[in-house]
């Protein structure tokens, strides 16, 4: 028989059974029955006087002005199969979209023309990684996204219309997990909400990943940012306007196939947790040994690594008792080089460091 619609009508709560039949919360059998009604806005439940139900009708909308409500939670609604793009009709409630002849686009009705409560579920049913690309009517949202993608195979999402835009209410990752929230990236790329997890390549040059603001993405909000890529080029993880991640502005990953995770608290991005990468192999012009010599105050220091290190990654120290000096700094840092100077000439004695990188 299925599940019970549960609603309200006219101020009283009851339960209609899929073949019509409506009873009080007590369990107690009502008068009459429902029937479609096709009014001015489209067809409708309304009370009938006879007890035939019509059950291969679609359900359409409840108008709250003559008693009756917009939600069809439990109804017997219309399942549509698609292989192309689509656009959703007041009548649909399951879509069920294969995309193994080529990715396609389902276009929602627009939110006002749903009504609030208007619940939509669209589920893919093929095995092949062709995208499903759910998209708001015009400017509407889903979730605050103009869009939402199912890639994954069998992969779902539940959506509820509140009337202006549409929010998601479950999603069903399908086999191997939500691949909808896992993406490729291979150049500048702005986050989203369906983002979970970004496998980022930056074989071909630097890559900036930039954040959605925190309050976009709310409180508790995860993602992680892969570096899967033996270069050295950057990929820089900045917050969205002076927002910051992990009390800074940037967030860098340089090492290959380094990796972090970051949480939005609401207003800022706190780091969660790093995967360290690869240490580099170091191949470096000088030694790792460097002198200030003679009549200077400072030795330019080759690194070779390939991008700016952060002074924290630099470690050096003293070797002798730097002549003259009795103050030494590092400056300059660059992506080739660092400079390592003295407060005075150390004299005949030089001052001579050693050093490395450290990873």
Known sequence: MGEPFRGIIQGQQVFIRPDGVYFSPEGNQ???????????????????????????????????????????????????????????????????????????????????????????????????????TIDGNASETIDGNLTYVLDMPYSGVSLECNGTSWRITAKHGGEGGNRSTYKSITSNYTAT???????TNAASGAITITLMASATAKQGFTLGVCKSDASSNAITIDGNAAETVGGSVTQVLRLPYEGIVIQSDGTNW????????????????TPFEATV???????????????TPHASEIYIIPTNNLGNAAKWWISTITSTSFTINVNVDPGA?????????LH
């Open 30 to 132: 009502l008068t009459g029955d429902w029937r479609i009604f096709n009014g001015p806005s489209g067809p409708r439940w309304e009370r009938a006087a006879s007890n035939t139900f019509n059950t291969t009708t679609t359900y359409q909308e409840f108008d709250g002005a003559s008693g009756f409500i917009h939600t069809p939670q439990g109804m017997k609604t219309s399942h549509s199969a698609i292989t192309a793009n689509y656009t959703v009709v007041v009548g649909d409630f399951g879509i069920e979209c294969n995309a193994s002849g080529g990715a396609f686009t389902v276009t929602l009705l627009p939110a006002a023309t749903a009504g609030a409560g208007f619940i939509l579920n669209i589920g893919k049913s093929d095995n092949t990684a062709n995208a499903v």
């Open 193 to 199: 909400l369906n983002d979970n997890y970004l496998n």
């Open 293 to 307: 010599a003679n009549a200077t105050t400072s030795i330019v220091v080759n690194h070779n690594m390939g991008f």
């Open 270 to 285: 706190i780091v969660v947790s790093r995967v360290p990468g690869m240490s580099h192999v170091l191949t470096v012009t």
């Open 349 to 357: 004695g030089t001052a001579t460091f050693a050093w490395k990188m």
